[in-house]
């Protein structure tokens, strides 16, 4: 048998055989390789981080089996963590019959990362009894990243269409409850059911880069719902709904909204205010730089017809462009559903101080500005900055009705305000 040949191992400054030289060359490799690894086990337990994958605790990405357990199971993990942890829900799409995520948690940061699609039943009849779908309360810091939240809402919007009085109300994709600190960051709705987001009862929320998408005929189905909450910021966002693209409830302060597109919809309306004697009030409202495309309102402000102690004040709009949009400017203090419970009756909530500044485009109804306003508690402080509304080539007309304020600039069409 040939003798082995020699190799020269400068660094040891002595003669190896091939064969121990490989195996001398296997070794560094795993022992370069378990250092890199316990580097990185440093690096993540330096920055305090856990992942809790769904599909390791059970979950299929096939959209048939309930992957609610693991999901569940991965949150109950992460809440009880001392570090900082991420539910990590990776790509396919994963049938979910409901989420109800609650805190408080033991460490203020969790992660909910959705890079696949979450499903909900296609028989809107699963979740008749739930008020939600996926549902987040009692939690201090949580950042969700989107993914795509799939309500399956179709059947429900054709029974509701259809005048059937059998249908259930349906269920929120996504509500965020009685918590703070909280993120979400380029989130896809489609298909609610009913609203597609709510944050209730919040604080310091901020809403980014988040798609909306559901028929313009789908009820119910606003985009973003916040109500009694304060600080919360919605951006760079794109809503195409069947309802309001964004609604503003009782009790919310300093919202800020800007760069968003809506339509189809309703539009953003502050509203419907009043439907209770004791209400709180709005405040601190902004939108700037949006654009609404066929929606059936502009930016408006809506009360119920009848006595209240609420309020709507301090809101500016501005940078606003309407294409073929009706009723741009409007604020209806005349609210009545089915004519129940305030015909004769005047609404008592109180509008004042808002702003409406750089606002052009074209209206889908004869009338680009409608204030009708309450006669028992007149809008006072209305001010219109650079307003210029066509329609059919035309300059819009202006309706104002127990309305006060004033004008600068170019404003089209001409003041109504006394």
Known sequence: MPSQPFLFFPYFGKRLSLCRFLRFEMMVVVIIFLALLLKKHALTAAAGGLTFDIVNLGAKPDGKTDASHALQSAWARACSSTVASTVYVPKGRF???????????????????????????????????????????????????????????????????????????????????????????????????????????????????????????????????????SNVTILNSNIRTGDDCISIGPGTSHLW??????????????????????????????????????????????????????????????????????????????????????????????????????????????VGINFECSPARPCNEIRLKDVKLIFKDQIAQASCEYATGTTLGLVQPSNCLV
């Open 95 to 229: 049938y979910v019959q409901s989420g109800n995520f609650i805190g408080p948690c033991n460490y203020n940061s969790i992660t909910f990362l959705i890079n696949g699609t979450l499903v909900a039943s296609s028989n809107f009849k699963v979740l008749a009894k739930s008020r939600t779908w996926i549902s987040f309360s009692r939690i201090n810091a949580l950042s969700i990243y989107g993914g795509i939240l799939d309500g399956q809402g179709t059947t429900l919007w054709a029974c509701k269409n259809s005048g059937i009085n059998t249908c259930s109300l349906g269920a929120t994709t996504l509500e965020v409850s009685d918590s703070q600190n909280i993120l979400i960051n380029g989130l896809s709705s489609v298909n609610s059911q009913m609203y597609h987001i709510v944050v209730y009862d919040c604080q310091d929320v901020r809403i980014q880069g988040v798609k909306v998408l559901a028929a313009s005929n789908s009820p119910n189905t606003d985009g973003i719902h916040v109500e009694r909450s």
């Open 257 to 366: 909204m800007e760069r968003l597109a809506c339509g189809p919809g309703h539009g953003i309306s502050i509203g419907s205010l009043g439907k209770w004697w004791e209400e709180a009030g709005v405040e601190n409202v902004t939108l700037k730089t949006a654009h609404f495309n066929g929606t059936m309102n502009g930016v408006r402000i809506k009360s119920w017809g009848r006595p209240s102690n609420g309020f709507a004040k301090n809101i500016l709009f501005q940078h606003i462009v309407f294409d073929n949009v009706n009723n741009p400017l409007i604020i209806d203090q005349n609210y009545c559903p089915h004519n129940q419970g305030c015909p004769g009756q005047a609404s008592g909530v109180k509008i004042s101080n808002v702003r409406y500044e750089d606002i052009h485009g074209t209206s889908a109804t004869e």
